[in-house]
T-cell receptor
Framework: AQKVTQAQTEISVVEKEDVTLDCVYE???????LFWYKQPPSGELVFLIR??????QNEISGRYSWNFQKSTSSFNFTITASQVVDSAVYFC???????????????FGSGTQLTVLP | DTGVSQNPRHKITKRGQNVTFRCDPI?????LYWYRQTLGQGPEFLTY????????KSRLLSDRFSAERPKGSFSTLEIQRTEQGDSAMYLC?????????????FGPGTRLLVL
């Protein structure tokens, strides 16, 4: 069975600090996708990144960077120079193949509440 | 291009009543997903449509739940004889496969409270 673990329930940092959110996953699939979503207090899940299992290249987008390590089944997310607006719940998710077709449902972790203090 | 929309945003109902939620996906997205999210947890998959066909239902979707996507556009999720345990955020997502890859985009959710 697929599983996503976000061991950090809550993290609190002061503005401008760097912060890393951990994500560990389990899957038997050889091909899968990993995602990060942000959920601000308004409730809407905002897509941040998708990573394919066959592409272990790390990615940087502005203040955001992602470290994918297949050997340790981890897909960690780092925010550099955090800002108050980064305060939200962040979810890591794994997509798996639905048994009846080729589409993929998402399995989410339980999320990490990030609070950035001014 | 508008995003995924959901209505209503909030619903309060009494136990035993029926409720219906609507989801309008991003235009031309042929896949539509429903998830449920309880407090402090990540969303959990409920069901999925490709065009108008409902292709998968999770074990979380009891007989009191029914979902439709009649013309392959908007979708409705109905809960009959609501129970207090149904209180949750119901999220809809839509997607379109491009070059064999798929990303789900979520709506703002409908928050249900069953009294």
């Amino acid at each position: 069975a697929q599983k996503v673990t976000q061991a950090q329930t809550e993290i609190s940092v002061v503005e401008k600090e760097d912060v890393t959110l951990d994500c560990v996953y389990e899957t038997r699939d050889t091909t899968y996708y990993l995602f990060w979503y942000k959920q601000p207090p308004s409730g809407e899940l905002v897509f941040l990144i998708r990573r394919n299992s066959f592409d272990e290249q790390n990615e940087i987008s502005g203040r955001y960077s992602w470290n994918f390590q297949k050997s340790t089944s981890s897909f960690n997310f780092t925010i550099t120079a955090s800002q108050v607006v980064d305060s939200a719940v962040y979810f890591c998710a794994l997509s798996e193949v639905i048994s009846s077709g080729s589409a993929r449902q998402l399995t989410f972790g339980s999320g990490t509440q990030l609070t950035v203090l001014p | 291009d508008t995003g995924v929309s959901q209505n209503p945003r909030h619903k309060i109902t009494k136990r035993g009543q029926n409720v219906t939620f609507r989801c309008d996906p991003i235009s031309e997205h042929n896949r539509l997903y429903w998830y449920r999210q309880t407090l402090g947890q990540g969303p959990e998959f409920l069901t999925y449509f490709q065009n108008e066909a409902q292709l998968e239902k999770s074990r979380l979707l009891s007989d009191r739940f029914s979902a439709e996507r009649p013309k392959g556009s908007f979708s409705t999720l109905e809960i009959q004889r609501t129970e207090q345990g149904d209180s949750a955020m119901y999220l809809c997502a839509s997607s379109l496969i491009l070059r064999g890859q798929e990303t789900q985009y979520f709506g703002p959710g409908t928050r249900l409270l069953v009294l």
